[in-house]
Nanobody, 129 residues
Framework: QVQLVESGGGSVQAGGSLRLSCAAS????????MGWFRQALGKEREGVAA?????????SYADSVKGRFTISKDNAKHTLYLQMNSLKPEDTGMYYC?????????????????????WGQGTQVTVSS
């Protein structure tokens, strides 16, 4: 079974940066679509960013993070990243790494929770004003 473990979360002030990592095992990253989702307490889990299986195709970002967050992955290291810059208090939440065992995925599904098969345990990001 695919295992996903997030790290890199923490507490920062608004305007700061964090780099989240997701270490994957049990598969090769090139064969999976991967994404980052976040969930504030009492809110629905929402898609933040997603990248196609080989890392050189389609990338999707939520409107709220465009221009501030960058998703990438290193297939050799089986690691997914989310570079988060210019953080805002509204970015606070639990961030989850997800993977989808799909050979293809319509672009409109890249940020939809239901498209993903595997999930990490989450890493907390807290941004203070």
């Amino acid at each position: 079974q695919v295992q996903l473990v997030e790290s890199g979360g923490g507490s920062v002030q608004a305007g700061g940066s964090l780099r989240l990592s997701c270490a994957a095992s049990g598969y090769t990253g090139r064969s999976y679509y991967m994404g980052w989702f976040r969930q504030a307490l009492g809110k629905e889990r929402e898609g933040v960013a997603a990248i196609d299986r080989d890392g050189d195709g389609e990338i999707s970002y939520a409107d709220s993070v465009k221009g501030r967050f960058t998703i990438s992955k290193d297939n050799a290291k089986h690691t997914l990243y989310l570079q988060m810059n210019s953080l805002k208090p509204e970015d606070t939440g639990m961030y989850y790494c997800a993977a989808a065992a799909r050979s293809s995925m319509p672009s409109q599904l890249l940020l939809r929770r239901g498209a993903y098969n595997y999930w990490g345990q989450g890493t907390q990001v807290t941004v203070s004003s």
